[in-house]
Every structure is written in structure tokens, then in C-alpha cells.
């Protein structure tokens, strides 16, 4: 038990001395299903990523059943660093869908309600 508390302290202060990007990289560490490769988005916002992802990518004519991500690459930081309530980044996301790879630009910025506007488009 002692050695649990001492593990979850230890990890926090590393976490505490770490750059943001970093930090943002230990939080991925837990979610399998976010895909490889350098991404500032927390949790919520990756899922917000997805979402926009995939209700774009239902406009082409031509539906694929298979579709996963495979990449993400952070493109550009134009404001504040994530994860700060002001940041504003772009990622390239990558999705194999059906075999063919496609690449998204998605933009996070910052809402008027606080939060991070998260929107796609292909590229």
C-alpha cells in the first residue's frame, strides 16, 4: 500500500518537472484506443478529433466500413502551449480507411465557453 502511494507521489512530481508536451504524453499513455504518433490533444479532445473526423469523412459518396486511425503529427502552435485554456495547434490525423491512407488537418482552439473548439478537414 505504501509502495503504491509512493509510486502515484513519485509520479506526480516527475509529471510536475515535465514539459507540457510531455505531460500530455504521459496522459495518452492510458488511452489504447488514441492513434500512434505526436498529438497535444487531451482525452476529451481526441475524441472530439474522432468525431469531426468521421462525420466529415461520411460526406464522400463512397462509403468504407474499415476505417482506423494510424498517425498523428502535430503540425503547428500558433498560440499559448497545450494544454493551456488559450492554446491553439493543428495536428495532421491519419485514418486507413479501407486501405487507402487519409490525411485530416484538425485545429484546436479556444472557445468562447472556455473550452477547445476542435474542427477537421481534409487535406
Known amino acids: 500500500m505504501v509502495a503504491g502511494a509512493i509510486s502515484i507521489v513519485a509520479a506526480a512530481a516527475i509529471l ?4 507540457s508536451k510531455e505531460q500530455a504524453r504521459a496522459r495518452h499513455a492510458a488511452a489504447p484506443w488514441r492513434p500512434s504518433g505526436e498529438s497535444l490533444a487531451d482525452s476529451a479532445q481526441s475524441v472530439n478529433a474522432i468525431q469531426a473526423i468521421y462525420r466529415l469523412d461520411d460526406l464522400r459518396g ?3 466500413d474499415v476505417r ?4 498523428t503529427d502535430l503540425v503547428e502552435t500558433r498560440s ?5 485554456p488559450d ?3 493543428f495536428e495532421r490525423w491519419t485514418m486507413d480507411r479501407c486501405g487507402t ?3 485530416f488537418l ?8 472556455g473550452g ?3 474542427t477537421a478537414r481534409f487535406e
Not at 80 to 84: R, S, Y
Not at 106 to 113: I, N, S
Open 80 to 84: 499559448g502551449t497545450p494544454p493551456a
Open 116 to 118: 477547445t473548439a476542435v
Open 62 to 64: 463512397a462509403r468504407c
Open 87 to 89: 492554446a491553439h495547434w
Open 68 to 71: 482506423r486511425f494510424v498517425d
Open 106 to 113: 484538425v485545429e484546436f482552439a479556444p472557445d468562447l465557453a
Open 101 to 103: 491512407l487519409v490525411k
Open 16 to 19: 510536475g518537472c515535465a514539459s
